[in-house]
């Protein structure tokens, strides 16, 4: 049995009705549903959920604004389910603080798969944050056991993944990733199309991180390589 609550939002009742079958089989016993944006904020306001699949075509708002809205109340991690396949779609999504985006028709088996390697990387990175707690670099810091971000003194909203991704290159100073590695190491997913997926959240970070994000000085791209987390050097803290 698996404890973990998981809130589905979508307006077609056999896409929710496949899903909740397919994860009770799973193990997934603690599921609800949502088929409006209003339902899901309501739902989301008096209750803790540890993921949350979300349609972008709802009836009542588009699910990218509900998206935003989503993370005001929480950072748990968002899979996208939709119809709307072009990049531009996925940018989106995952621009405005998406974590996952799978396109319909889709196999509801791999759902439940993505689902589960999401929870199985978050608590893998809970077990290896009961180590090193605290990373300080300069104005940043990284509560790795609160799943925090701090700068200048500021906590800094973080979505899961966003987070995620950000312990895994402070926890590997100065070592370079091709953008595939990434993928592969923070969503734990084949990374073959999925670049583009670590390249928006990088983007994210670094607007959150760095003093200028158009000339890093933390995470860094090695054009045609990949990128890597360079802390500063004493003299050099931002």
């Known amino acids: 049995m698996r404890l973990q609550k998981i809130l589905i939002i979508d307006d077609e009742p056999g896409i929710v009705k496949m899903l909740e079958t397919i994860l009770r089989k799973e193990g997934y016993t603690a599921i609800s549903s949502a088929f409006t ?9 008096h209750h ?81 944050a009961q180590t090193t707690e605290i990373y300080r670099f300069g104005s940043v810091v990284i509560d790795k056991k609160a799943a925090q971000l701090w700068v200048n003194g500021e906590e800094i909203s973080c979505p899961a993944k966003e987070f995620e991704l950000l312990l895994f290159m402070a926890d590997h100073p100065n070592q370079i990733f091709t953008a595939g590695q990434l993928y592969e190491h923070v969503w734990g997913y084949d990374s073959i199309g999925d670049e583009k997926t670590v390249a928006i959240h990088i983007m994210r970070l670094r607007k959150k991180i760095e003093q200028d994000a158009k000339q890093p000085s933390l995470i860094v791209t090695l054009r045609g390589i990949g990128y890597k987390f360079v802390p500063p050097k004493q003299g050099d803290l931002i």
């Open 37 to 45: 944006g209003q339902e899901a904020l309501e739902k989301i306001s």
């Open 48 to 128: 803790p959920y540890d993921l949350i699949v979300l349609d972008v075509m709802l009836p009542d708002t588009d699910g990218f604004q509900l998206c935003q809205k989503i993370r005001q109340y929480t950072a748990v991690p968002i899979l996208f389910l939709t119809a709307r396949s072009s990049d531009l779609d996925k940018l989106t999504g995952l621009g405005i603080g998406g974590d996952d985006y799978i396109t319909k028709p889709f196999n509801p088996l791999e759902v439940a798969a993505r689902i589960h390697v999401q929870f199985r990387r978050l608590e893998q990175y809970q077990a290896a």
